[in-house]
């Protein structure tokens, strides 16, 4: 799964910054503390496994992703059907 996170700066002065819902990031900025967002992907992966390379395409997948410059190769994926994999996060679009 994927999580939206979202971190602001503290309220006092010299502490680090705190997480702060989406939604309170405006609120944040107005009072003059920047606020900044991001996603995790939190991916099951179990390294005992039997058979890890089963899990390969998967991590694969997850850093295509998550990574924000990622384009689909010239002649498309490789594979017997035709794999959609969404572009860029909406927090890291411009």
Do not use: H
């Amino acid at each position: 799964f994927m999580i939206k996170f979202c971190e602001a700066q503290s309220p006092s002065e010299g502490m680090p910054p705190v997480k702060v819902l989406p939604r309170d990031c405006p609120l944040a900025e107005k009072d003059g503390r920047p606020c900044s967002c991001g996603y995790i992907m939190y991916i099951g992966y179990n390294y005992q496994e039997q058979y890890p390379t089963r899990w390969d395409k998967v991590l694969r997948g997850a850093v295509e992703i998550m990574n924000p410059v990622w384009q689909e190769p010239q002649g498309g994926l490789k594979g017997n059907k035709k794999v959609v994999i969404p572009g860029t996060p909406p927090c890291l679009q411009k």
